[in-house]
Nanobody, 116 residues
Framework: QVQLVESGGGLVQPGGSLRLSCTVS????????MGWYRRTPGKSARELVA????????NYADSVKGRFTISSDNLKNTIYLQMNALKPEDTAVYYC?????????WGQGTQVTVSS
């Protein structure tokens, strides 16, 4: 069973930075687009914020373009999301999954709270 474990969330002030990590139990980066998603308070759907395919150009949602950077380390089976210039509206639970997502791969997520 494939497991994806997110970490790195926390409480940060507006304008601050965080780096999220997602470790995958198998190496799937060369086979699949991998993405970071988030679910903001009051919403049931998860929003894709960034995705990447091994060796390819990353894609970003307009709301995070220029502030977030997705990357991967294939040797560590880990993808990262560097988040800079954080805004209160970035507050959400962040998840990683394939792009498009698999219902079987959702983990617990990691909470990011941007507040002064």
């Amino acid at each position: 069973q494939v497991q994806l474990v997110e970490s790195g969330g926390g409480l940060v002030q507006p304008g601050g930075s965080l780096r999220l990590s997602c470790t995958v139990s198998i190496n799937m980066f060369s086979l699949e687009y991998m993405g970071w998603y988030r679910r903001t308070p009051g919403k049931s759907a998860r929003e894709l914020v960034a995705s990447i395919f091994s060796g390819g150009q990353p894609n970003y949602a307009d709301s995070v373009k220029g502030r977030f950077t997705i990357s991967s380390d294939n040797l560590k089976n880990t993808i990262y999301l560097q988040m800079n210039a954080l805004k209160p509206e970035d507050t959400a639970v962040y998840y990683c999954n394939k792009d498009p997502p698999s219902i079987n791969y959702w983990g617990q997520g990691t909470q990011v709270t941007v507040s002064s």
